[in-house]
């Protein structure tokens, strides 16, 4: 196996989220395969970056093996997967507030053994962040979303 870190950014919105609520935009992390016909992995840690420090707030991130391009991903919208992109999911991982851990104006949330398993055609994993509480970020780059990640 060969360890990785790779890395996407949501491109969130400034307005108050409610629960349910996408967090940004469609994730693409490439170089989740080493090759470009894809191939298979293990999600095994994620960690996200902060920095309006919102960390009382969960989040879920939804993981998909292939592009889920049947689903509009509007941020600030409820997030409503196509019926035609259920199975691509292949894992939510609850970042809860319990995984956070908050500095002085920015927060980290991190869960390690995570152990999501994808088999993938192109290099790149796709996800998308949903509120599970209120969150309101000051800055459209305010979050960065990082995956540990096993190829083979």
Do not use: C, W
Not at 7 to 36: C, E, I, W
Not at 63 to 81: C, E, I, K, R, Y
Not at 129 to 151: F, H, I, K, M, N
């Amino acid at each position: 196996m060969f360890a990785t870190v790779v890395t996407a950014q949501p491109l969130n919105g400034t307005a108050a989220y409610s629960a349910g609520d996408l967090v940004g935009t469609k994730m693409a992390f490439s170089g989740a395969a080493r090759h470009s016909f894809g191939g298979a992995g293990l999600v095994k840690s994620v960690l996200v970056s902060d920095l309006a420090k919102q960390n009382t707030h969960a989040l879920e991130l939804v993981l998909f093996d292939a592009d889920p391009s049947g689903t509009t991903f509007t941020d600030g919208d409820a997030l409503d997967v196509a019926d035609g992109d259920l199975p691509k999911i292949v894992g939510v991982v609850p970042l809860g507030t319990a995984d956070a851990v908050g500095y002085n104006d920015s927060a980290v949330y991190s869960v390690r053994n995570v152990n999501v398993a994808y088999s993938i055609a192109s290099r790149t994993l796709y996800g998308a962040l949903v509120a599970r509480g209120t969150p309101t970020y000051a800055s459209t780059a305010d979050l960065q979303v990082r995956l540990g990640v096993e190829t083979n």
